[in-house]
T-cell receptor, first 113, second 118 residues
């Protein structure tokens, strides 16, 4: 079955540091890939997405590239801020399967001054 | 943007009682809503897919009679945990798909409901 593997957290960084959160997936065919962010006390929000190989999703300074050869979708940001502290979920969805999402376990990011 | 609300945000109940959780799409119509369960430090697990006007589709291993789902309108779905027990304590999250957005798996999530069964 489909699965998503994320690096375990928590990840603690100083403000302005470079961020990478690794995500790899297992799925047949060509799934769509997503990063969701969950701020404290709030629901998950779509951060970025990519629907085909070599696509780069980007939003709010975050970016991730769909790498089919390595089945990866790593999240990166060049300079994190305290306000980026949240839990980040990598997810996939099979095209045409009524939008069922398969999530990774989530990675908590804590950014300090 | 599209907003999904859940009520209540937090509920504590005694073992054996039933609890109803509401999920509403506030500014859009949602033909499909999803119910997830999240355990501490674990991922969201899809419990069921709820389609307006029809029976919900449950994931393997989810008890239909335990977790009753009703999607009576395009803006409201409810999850009722029947005869709740301490092992049902969890964080329940709903999401809704916007009719107006292309079918590229854009789901809008509610803030979740924390259920504690004593």
């Amino acid at each position: 079955g489909d699965s998503v593997t994320q690096m375990e957290g928590p990840v603690t960084l100083s403000e302005e540091a470079f961020l990478t959160i690794n995500c790899t997936y297992t799925a047949t065919g060509y799934p769509s890939l997503f990063w969701y962010v969950q701020y404290p006390g709030e629901g998950l929000q779509l951060l970025l997405k990519a629907t085909k190989a070599d696509d780069k999703g980007s939003n709010k300074g975050f970016e991730a590239t769909y790498r089919k050869e390595t089945t990866s979708f790593h999240l990166e940001k060049g300079s994190v801020q305290v306000s980026d502290s949240a839990v980040y979920f990598c997810a996939l969805s099979r095209t045409g399967t009524a939008s069922k999402l398969t999530f990774g376990t989530g990675t908590r990011l804590q950014v300090t001054l | 943007g599209a907003v999904v609300s859940q009520h209540p945000s937090r509920v504590i109940c005694k073992s054996g009682t039933s609890v109803k959780i509401e999920c509403r799409s506030l500014d859009f119509q949602a033909t499909t809503m999803f119910w997830y369960r999240q355990f501490p430090k674990q991922s969201l697990m899809l419990m069921a897919t709820s389609n307006e006007g029809s029976k919900a589709t449950y994931e393997q291993g989810v008890e239909k009679d335990k977790f009753l789902i009703n999607h009576a309108s395009l803006t409201l779905s409810t999850l009722t945990v029947t005869s709740a027990h301490p092992e049902d304590s969890s964080f329940y999250i709903c999401s809704a798909r916007d009719l107006g957005v292309p079918p590229l798996d854009t789901q809008y999530f509610g803030p979740g409901t924390r259920l504690t069964v004593l």
